[in-house]
């Protein structure tokens, strides 16, 4: 079981990458830090959009904070056996993680999710030495603060009829007229400017949003969630089922309700989540299927390669999208850009195979892991 569960890990790291690309992507294309995209988007633009929002945007990155915090028990659990103290080496993997988001977040997209999980790690190695349930009531606490903070004054208050967020025109302009230049300086500013707005975010919102996934994946393997999930197959199934669909009723408040605070909040805080869960569930069960795991086994190589990965994805978008590279930006319908991506992932698969038939790790890995335990 111990490889098999590495294998469902590493495998859906890989599918993840694949969903973060295809969210990434719109976001390197098109100005999204400053629209409403679903009245931006039009026509088939606009249908594959909400298609996208239901199924793939808000629901990746939950599963790759949930493998985090998966991961980061992994380590505890390594470090009792090999007799290595756990916390000076996880903070040193953390806050080189760290130093990578920041480095990737101002020169490459603003969007980096490394940094703001580098730090909310912090927060959680807290509860790898505890029992599970700590950690069960932790994430029941981080939503409920939530709830209260960010959404309640809202129902209360009354809702915006159009968030902030979506600025005028000729804010529009300007992210259009930074992003197609040359001047790369101006675009890293762009990118300081939003990857700074986000990490406050991190810090303000992140411990009752993102952190509660990462606990849920600690208390996964501390209560061997995925040998249940297995041995109750059939009724997992179900409950996937019903997860599922209630995640993308959620998601549709968003969709119903445009330009809505609460129904964005409600929609992303929690729909995305909950479909994610029922992803994982269902990769799960697949890849304890023989003809479920050889379609699969593909993302495995790659999700050995996450770190290597991401960071080569973000400069792929880079050259492509912006003035300094080809000049793609805002040129692309949403079709294309998907059609476009799922290339460069078909690609990078075949890299990671080839790669990996050569060498253990990525070239980004294998500094990490000297990082973290110093040698």
């Known amino acids: 079981m111990a490889k098999q569960r590495i294998f469902s890990i590493d495998a859906l790291r ?28 039009q026509h088939q633009d606009g249908a594959l959009f909400k298609l996208s929002s239901l199924f793939i945007i808000g629901s990746f990155y939950p599963i790759f904070a949930f493998l985090f915090g998966y991961g980061l028990s992994i380590m505890y659990k ?51 030495k505890l029992k599970p349930h700590y950690s069960l009531i932790a994430i029941c606490i981080g939503f409920g603060i939530f709830s209260l903070l960010y959404i309640l004054p809202i129902i209360l208050l009354g809702d915006a009829t159009q968030l902030e967020s979506f600025v005028g025109l000729q804010e529009l302009e300007r992210v259009n007229n930074i992003l197609i230049s040359t001047d790369y300086l101006s675009i890293a500013g762009y ?10 975010s991190a810090i303000l919102v992140g411990p009752f949003s993102i952190l509660p996934i990462m606990l849920f994946g600690i208390y996964a393997h501390k209560t061997n969630w995925f040998k249940k999930i297995i041995t109750h197959k059939n009724l997992y199934i179900i409950i996937g089922l019903v997860i599922f669909i209630l995640g993308l009723a959620v998601k549709m408040i968003q969709i119903n309700l445009v330009g809505s605070m609460i129904s964005q909040l409600i929609s992303q805080m929690f729909g995305g989540p909950i479909v994610a869960i029922s992803y994982i569930i269902f990769f799960v069960i697949l890849c304890e299927d023989s003809i479920g795991r050889r379609i699969l086994l593909p993302f495995q190589s790659i999700g050995k390669l996450s770190l290597t990965i991401y960071i080569m994805q973000s400069i792929i978008c880079v050259l492509i999208f912006y003035g300094i590279g080809f000049s793609l930006y805002g040129k692309l319908s949403v079709l294309t850009l998907y059609i476009m991506a799922i290339v460069i992932f078909i690609i990078q698969l075949i890299i990671s195979y080839l790669y990996l038939k050569k060498f253990n790790q990525g070239p980004l890995e294998k500094i990490w892991r000297k990082v973290t335990y110093l040698k």
């Open 78 to 128: 390594n470090s009792l056996e090999r007799n290595i103290d756990y916390y000076p080496m996880i903070i040193r993997r953390l806050l080189f993680l760290l130093l990578i988001g920041v480095v990737h977040g101002i020169f490459l997209f603003y969007g980096d999710i490394l940094a703001t999980y580098a730090l909310l790690g912090l927060i959680a190695i807290l509860f790898v």
């Open 191 to 200: 990118n300081l400017k939003y990857f700074g707005e986000n990490i406050a």
């Open 14 to 41: 890989g599918f993840s990458l694949l969903g973060i690309l295809l969210m990434n992507i719109l976001t390197f294309a098109y100005p999204y830090q400053v629209i409403n995209p679903f009245e931006y988007f």
